[in-house]
């Protein structure tokens, strides 16, 4: 296998050292230090991780909520800028509420 076929966090064999891949063209050794792995090289798989979950990438959110934190945050905004700022930040807000719909 190459590199790019390990996902980060991935072990493999590569010069007879064990390393966890930390980057596209990165690993760390197991004894310590970083090096950089040829895309030539190959590499013998010791374990794959599981994909990491990223539960907040699949949570549902409250519109109530969404609505509430935006209203929060346009309140703050709108005293914070000048008033000719106003109807620009007024526009934006409409074009935020009907992605929302």
């Excluded at 980057?23 to 050794?29: C, F, K, Y």
């Excluded at 109530?64 to 700022?85: H, I, K, M």
Aim: glycine residues 6%; charged residues 25%; proline residues 8%.
């Amino acid at each position: 296998m190459k590199l790019q076929d390990f996902p980060v966090g991935a072990r493999f064999e590569y010069a007879g050292r064990i390393f966890v891949k930390t980057g596209p063209l990165t690993a760390s050794s197991e004894q310590g230090g970083q090096c950089m792995i040829p895309r030539y090289a190959t590499l013998k798989a010791l374990d794959l991780p599981a994909p990491e979950s990223r539960p907040g990438h699949r949570r549902k959110l409250d519109e109530a909520n969404v609505r509430a934190a935006f209203n929060e945050f346009y309140q703050t905004a709108s005293q914070l800028l000048d008033n000719p700022a106003h109807p620009e930040l007024e526009r934006a807000r409409q074009a935020f509420l009907a992605k929302l719909k």
